[in-house]
Protein backbone atom coordinates (compact mmCIF):
# COMPACT_ATOMS: atom_id res chain seq x y z
CA UNK A 1 0.00 0.00 0.00
CA UNK A 2 1.20 3.43 -0.43
CA UNK A 3 0.24 6.74 -1.67
CA UNK A 4 2.61 7.42 -4.98
CA UNK A 5 0.82 8.77 -7.62
CA UNK A 6 0.54 5.83 -10.95
CA UNK A 7 1.62 8.53 -13.22
CA UNK A 8 4.90 7.27 -11.71
CA UNK A 9 7.21 4.75 -11.75
CA UNK A 10 7.26 4.46 -8.12
CA UNK A 11 3.82 4.42 -7.95
CA UNK A 12 3.29 2.40 -11.16
CA UNK A 13 5.67 -0.25 -9.64
CA UNK A 14 4.79 -0.03 -6.10
CA UNK A 15 0.68 -0.24 -6.74
CA UNK A 16 0.13 -1.97 -9.85
CA UNK A 17 3.46 -4.30 -11.57
CA UNK A 18 5.02 -6.28 -8.58
CA UNK A 19 1.67 -6.80 -6.65
CA UNK A 20 0.11 -8.19 -10.03
CA UNK A 21 3.52 -9.90 -10.22
CA UNK A 22 2.92 -12.16 -7.38
CA UNK A 23 -0.67 -12.15 -7.37
CA UNK A 24 -1.02 -9.65 -4.62
CA UNK A 25 -3.32 -6.60 -3.61
CA UNK A 26 -2.83 -2.69 -3.37
CA UNK A 27 -4.21 -0.27 -1.46
CA UNK A 28 -3.61 3.28 -3.31
CA UNK A 29 -4.38 6.07 0.11
CA UNK A 30 -5.64 9.03 -2.09
CA UNK A 31 -5.06 11.57 0.50
CA UNK A 32 -1.37 10.94 1.90
CA UNK A 33 -1.65 12.48 5.05
CA UNK A 34 0.22 10.45 8.09
CA UNK A 35 -3.09 9.82 9.60
CA UNK A 36 -4.74 8.48 6.78
CA UNK A 37 -1.33 6.22 5.28
CA UNK A 38 -1.45 4.70 9.19
CA UNK A 39 -5.04 4.03 9.23
CA UNK A 40 -5.17 1.93 5.91
CA UNK A 41 -2.14 0.06 7.25
CA UNK A 42 -4.46 -0.77 10.60
CA UNK A 43 -7.60 -1.34 8.09
CA UNK A 44 -6.38 -3.52 5.45
CA UNK A 45 -3.10 -5.16 7.26
CA UNK A 46 -0.77 -3.62 5.00
CA UNK A 47 2.79 -5.44 5.07
CA UNK A 48 4.70 -3.51 2.74
CA UNK A 49 4.35 0.59 2.55
CA UNK A 50 5.38 2.87 -0.55
CA UNK A 51 5.81 6.45 -0.04
CA UNK A 52 8.22 9.61 -0.29
CA UNK A 53 10.65 10.40 2.50
CA UNK A 54 9.02 13.24 3.67
CA UNK A 55 5.96 11.44 4.57
CA UNK A 56 7.93 8.83 6.71
CA UNK A 57 9.22 11.35 8.96
CA UNK A 58 5.42 12.79 9.33
CA UNK A 59 4.62 9.37 10.77
CA UNK A 60 6.54 9.29 13.49
CA UNK A 61 4.21 12.00 15.06
CA UNK A 62 1.23 9.70 14.98
CA UNK A 63 2.60 6.19 14.84
CA UNK A 64 1.86 4.88 18.48
CA UNK A 65 -1.79 5.84 17.79
CA UNK A 66 -2.06 3.13 15.38
CA UNK A 67 -1.20 -1.15 15.15
CA UNK A 68 0.93 -1.01 12.40
CA UNK A 69 2.52 -4.51 13.53
CA UNK A 70 1.16 -6.30 9.98
CA UNK A 71 3.97 -3.91 8.54
CA UNK A 72 7.11 -5.67 7.34
CA UNK A 73 8.90 -3.42 5.16
CA UNK A 74 8.76 0.51 4.10
CA UNK A 75 10.12 1.20 0.93
CA UNK A 76 10.75 5.13 -0.01
CA UNK A 77 11.50 6.75 -3.35
CA UNK A 78 11.83 10.77 -4.29
Known sequence: MGSPPL?????LGALLVFPLGCRGAAALVE?????????????????????????????VATISNYDISSLRSCISAG
Do not use: E, H, I
Request: charged letters at 10%.
Open 7 to 11: GFTFG
Open 31 to 59: QPAPDNLLSAVQKFGGTTLFTAPTAYRNL
